[in-house]
């Protein structure tokens, strides 16, 4: 099977390509085509693959192309992981925000929003190619905002495209070790949309053993969400929420936090990796172990702001290393090209699951999965505080679609003001100002 990357050039990728490497089964990836924009960065990661590669003797073949249409024929599956104006439009989407007062992070809240309506433009040309060029892939989008950017494609791809997040899979198999049930063999009841889900329920052999998490403070403070959020309010819940909503949950203090930093996660990371690019232009530097340092680094740095607000100290070793989005998109893989049955969470079309939300609504949900593409579960109804925030964050997915879609900069600043992080008419409509200054790819949303 054939395997493009769009985004080829991008830190991660190397992950996806170590995950492909264990997959020695009949019918694997046999091909990884790398297709980026920026031709110092793809050169950069080639060369991790091949040391990678080192030493197996049947590791998936790689080529690298900037050529879009050469990338995307014959296409088994394609990856999609780009970043729209790098991780320097991510650092000033966050300082634009903070500088209103309101967070930026790059999904969640006005830095999400302007990610947004700068990605979704581009991923819906993509689509379209996709749908030209390769009918018959089926496309794997890990693209952020990943559940917009997704719904976004749907509607040129349908069900065959499918988004993937690694934060329901590591929420899952922490509760899992806490709970001291195999990750692998548990029933994860998740829903929600991406960056805005619940873990409802965790069933062993048929039984729920949540109740006993939520009734018991130790195995609450022993884990990363429980220290996160604090016993008392997930007690309150009912429910151990995604990571992500302690944005929502907690968001005065979050926005405290990153406007006191020293510089905002997009920052350091852009800085981050421009010093492992740099690196790799030295032929002699050892490539996989300097990105695996730099790797280390990112991830025990990941939500240190919102970990210091809560008092939660350090990531858990356990979740320094790999097997999240890349072990998923495997497994996706594994399951639609041998029709290998696997139940994951993933980013589909609604199609009735949740009846507050229409079909085409891209929700977060456990899927079975097989030959024939990703099938939402039926899942319990939202609990009302979750309806509200999940009604209210699609109503402003629906905003950024139609301002992508139109042009409109009315679409845009509704999209802002909509959004529950965003406390003010006034404020969203200064956001558009000052992205549409520092982003040029937001030219097309017209003037008043």
Request: charged share 25%; with cysteine.
């Amino acid at each position: 099977m054939k395997l493009t990357i769009l985004g080829g050039g991008g830190f991660r990728v190397p992950l996806v390509y170590g995950a492909l490497l264990g997959d020695h089964a009949e019918g694997r990836v046999s091909r990884v085509t790398l297709y980026d924009t920026d031709a110092g960065r793809l050169a950069a990661v080639a060369r991790v693959l091949r040391e990678q590669a080192a030493g197996v003797p049947d590791a998936p073949g790689t080529v690298v192309t900037d050529d879009l249409d050469e990338a995307l024929r014959g296409a088994d599956f394609v990856f999609s992981a780009i970043r729209v104006g790098g991780l320097e439009g991510r650092a000033a989407d966050e300082r634009v925000a903070l500088d209103e007062g309101v967070l930026g992070q790059e999904t969640v809240g006005a830095g999400g929003i302007a990610f947004g309506l700068r990605t979704v433009p581009v991923a819906t040309a993509l689509a379209r190619r996709i749908a030209r060029l390769a009918p018959d892939a089926w496309v794997i989008n890990f693209t952020n905002p990943a559940g917009l950017v997704t719904e976004a494609m749907s509607r040129h791809l349908g069900d065959r495209v499918i988004g993937i997040c690694d934060s329901p899979v590591g929420l899952g198999r922490r509760i899992a070790r806490v709970l001291g049930a195999d990750p692998d063999r548990a029933w994860i009841d998740y829903v929600g949309l991406n960056h805005l889900g619940w873990v409802r329920g965790l069933r062993v052999g048929g039984r729920d053993e949540l109740p006993r998490l939520l009734g018991d403070p130790a195995l609450l403070g022993s884990f990363e969400e429980g220290r996160l959020f604090g016993p008392d309010w997930l007690r309150s819940l009912g429910a151990v929420p995604n990571e992500y909503l302690h944005y929502y949950y907690f968001n005065r203090e979050a926005v405290r936090a990153y406007r006191e930093a020293e510089q905002t996660r997009g920052a350091f990371l852009r800085e981050q990796q421009e010093g492992f690019y740099a690196r790799m232009k030295d032929p002699e530097a050892p490539a996989l172990a300097t990105w695996d340092r730099t790797r280390a680094e990112r991830e025990a740095t990941y939500m240190s702001e919102n970990r210091e607000v809560a008092g939660a100290g350090e990531r858990e070793e356990s979740d320094l290393g790999s097997g999240g989005y890349e072990q998923v998109a495997l497994a996706l893989m594994r399951a639609v090209a041998r029709d290998e049955r696997a139940t994951l969470i993933l980013n589909v079309r609604n199609r009735g699951t949740l009846s507050v939300l229409d079909a085409d609504a891209v929700i977060e949900v456990p899927c079975l999965v097989d030959a024939n593409g990703a099938h939402p579960v039926a899942v319990d109804p939202l609990p009302y505080h979750a309806v509200g925030l999940v009604t209210a964050v699609k109503a402003v997915e629906r905003a950024v679609l139609d301002a992508a879609d139109s042009g409109s900069r009315e679409a845009a600043v509704r999209a802002f003001a909509l959004h529950p992080l965003v406390d003010s008419v006034s404020v969203a409509r200064r956001l558009v100002e000052g992205y549409t200054r520092v982003h040029p790819g937001l030219a097309y949303l017209d003037r008043p």
